[in-house]
C-alpha cells in the first residue's frame, strides 16, 4: 500500500505560480507512474499531468500544456507539479495517484487506473 500527501496548494492571483508536492510512504515509490487529477465544484474529476515510474515519459491535459510541469524525486518519495501562468479556471482541488508500474497497461488519464489517492490540496486562483 501507498499513502500519498499533497500540500504546496493555496490562494493566488491569475498569472502567478504555485508548486504541489505529493510525498509518498509505504511501498516502493519507483515502482509506481504518478499521476495529478483535479476537481473543481460541481464537475467531475479531471486529468492533469502524468509521469511514468523513471520520469522519462510525462503526459500532460490540452488545458495545461505548456503552462505546467509535472516532474519526481524517487530519492525523495516526492512528485511535483509546478504551475504557472495560473488562471481562474485552474481552480479546483488537486489529487495526485499512483498506479502500479507492474501492470500491463496503463492509461495515464484515466482516474480508474490509478490505485492510490491523497487527500487533495487546494487551489484557488482569484482574477
Known amino acids: 500500500q501507498v499513502q500519498l500527501v499533497e500540500s504546496g496548494g493555496g490562494l493566488v492571483q491569475a498569472g502567478g505560480s504555485l508548486r504541489l508536492s505529493c510525498a509518498a510512504s509505504?511501498?516502493?515509490?519507483?515502482?509506481?507512474?504518478m499521476g495529478w487529477f483535479r476537481q473543481a465544484p460541481g464537475k467531475e474529476r479531471e486529468f492533469v499531468a502524468a509521469i511514468s515510474w523513471s520520469g522519462d515519459s510525462t503526459y500532460y491535459a490540452d488545458s495545461v500544456q505548456g503552462r505546467f510541469t509535472i516532474s519526481r524525486d524517487n530519492a525523495k518519495n516526492t512528485v511535483y507539479l509546478q504551475m504557472n501562468s495560473l488562471k481562474p479556471e485552474d481552480t479546483a482541488v488537486y489529487y495526485c495517484?499512483?498506479?502500479?508500474?507492474?501492470?500491463?497497461?496503463?492509461?495515464?488519464?484515466?482516474?480508474?487506473?490509478?490505485?492510490?489517492w491523497g487527500q487533495g490540496t487546494q487551489v484557488t486562483v482569484s482574477s
Open positions: 495517484a499512483a498506479h502500479p508500474a507492474y501492470s500491463n497497461t496503463w492509461v495515464w488519464s484515466s482516474a480508474y487506473e490509478y490505485d492510490y
Open positions: 509505504g511501498r516502493t515509490f519507483s515502482s509506481y507512474n
